[in-house]
C-alpha cells in the first residue's frame, strides 16, 4: 500500500501569518501555481482513493489533478479549530501564551472556543483507523489536507505517542509518502516541492 499526504497550497492566511486553522482561507496566487505544478507530477500516479479536507485551500489543491477517481470530502480531516484566536496573527497568539507555540508538548491546552492539540489528534487518527480497514495492499491512497492532518496521520502510521509529534518543517505542497506493509511502514520518504523546477525530487 501507498499512502501520500499531501499539504495544500499557500493560502492568504499562511502569507498573512494568520493561526487559520480550520477557518475557510481561499490559496493564495503563488498557492495556485504551487497546486498546478504538484498536480502535474501527481497526476502520474494511478490513486485508487483520494480524500480531501473540506476547506478551500486543499480542495483547490488537487483541482487539476487529472484522476478518474472521485475524491471523498471528509469533515474529520480538517485542521485544528482554533477557534476565537482564528483571525489573529500567530505572533500575536504566541505572545498571549507561549505554549501556543508549540501545542504538542500542552496538547490538553484548549484554544478558546476550539479544541485541543489532543482532540485534533485523537479525531483525525479515528477518521484513518476507521478508513483504512477498507484498504488494500494494493491501493494508493491520496489525502490532501493540512499540517495537522499530515503531523497527527504521520503519528498513526509511526505508531507513536503524543510526545513524540513530529515538528519538522513541511511546506505547502510538500508530500509525506509511506510504503506499508502489515500495518507497518517500510519506506518513508518527505517529497518537497522544488519552486525552481516546479516538480516533485
Same mark, same amino acid.
Given at each position: %500500500?501507498?499512502?501520500?499526504?499531501?499539504?495544500?497550497?499557500?493560502?492568504?492566511?499562511?502569507?498573512?501569518?494568520? +493561526?487559520?486553522?480550520?477557518?475557510?482561507?481561499?490559496?493564495?496566487?503563488?498557492?495556485?501555481?504551487?497546486?498546478?505544478? +504538484?498536480?502535474?507530477?501527481?497526476?502520474?500516479?494511478?490513486?485508487?482513493? $483520494?480524500?480531501?479536507? &473540506? @476547506?478551500?485551500?486543499?480542495?483547490?489543491?488537487?483541482?487539476? @489533478?487529472?484522476?478518474?477517481?472521485? +475524491?471523498? $470530502? =471528509? *469533515?474529520?480531516?480538517?485542521?485544528?479549530?482554533?477557534?476565537? +484566536?482564528?483571525?489573529?496573527?500567530? &505572533?500575536?497568539?504566541?505572545?498571549?501564551?507561549?505554549?501556543?507555540?508549540?501545542?504538542?508538548?500542552?496538547? *490538553?491546552?484548549?484554544? &478558546?472556543?476550539?479544541?485541543?492539540?489532543?482532540? %485534533?489528534?485523537?479525531?483525525?487518527? =479515528?477518521?484513518?483507523?476507521?478508513?483504512?480497514?477498507?484498504?488494500?495492499?494494493?491501493?494508493? $491512497?491520496?489525502?490532501?489536507?493540512?499540517?495537522?492532518?499530515?503531523?497527527?496521520?504521520?503519528?498513526?502510521?509511526?505508531? @507513536? =505517542?503524543?510526545?513524540?509529534? &513530529? *515538528?519538522?518543517?513541511?511546506?505547502?505542497?510538500?508530500?509525506?509518502?509511506?510504503?506499508?506493509?502489515?500495518?507497518?511502514?517500510?519506506?518513508?520518504?518527505?517529497?518537497?516541492?522544488?519552486?525552481?523546477?516546479? =516538480?516533485?525530487?
Amino acid at each position: %500500500m501507498e499512502i501520500y499526504l499531501l499539504r495544500h497550497g499557500t493560502s492568504l492566511a499562511n502569507e498573512q501569518q494568520l +493561526v487559520c486553522g480550520s477557518s475557510d482561507y481561499a490559496l493564495s496566487g503563488k498557492g495556485i501555481e504551487q497546486a498546478s505544478r +504538484v498536480c502535474q507530477e501527481l497526476s502520474r500516479i494511478p490513486f485508487t482513493r $483520494i480524500y480531501s479536507s &473540506p @476547506l478551500s485551500r486543499a480542495v483547490n489543491t488537487i483541482a487539476e @489533478l487529472n484522476s478518474p477517481i472521485i +475524491v471523498n $470530502i =471528509e *469533515d474529520q480531516i480538517k485542521e485544528l479549530n482554533t477557534g476565537d +484566536v482564528s483571525h489573529i496573527t500567530l &505572533p500575536e497568539l504566541w505572545s498571549r501564551d507561549e505554549r501556543y507555540r508549540q501545542p504538542w508538548l500542552s496538547p *490538553d491546552l484548549q484554544y &478558546p472556543g476550539g479544541e485541543t492539540f489532543r482532540e %485534533m489528534v485523537a479525531r483525525i487518527s =479515528e477518521w484513518y483507523n476507521t478508513r483504512a480497514k477498507y484498504w488494500s495492499d494494493s491501493d494508493k $491512497i491520496l489525502i490532501v489536507g493540512h499540517e495537522g492532518t499530515l503531523r497527527s496521520i504521520y503519528l498513526n502510521l509511526m505508531h @507513536l =505517542e503524543l510526545t513524540d509529534y &513530529p *515538528d519538522f518543517p513541511i511546506g505547502n505542497c510538500d508530500c509525506l509518502y509511506f510504503e506499508n506493509s502489515d500495518n507497518k511502514v517500510i519506506r518513508f520518504e518527505h517529497i518537497k516541492l522544488n519552486g525552481t523546477e516546479g =516538480e516533485l525530487n
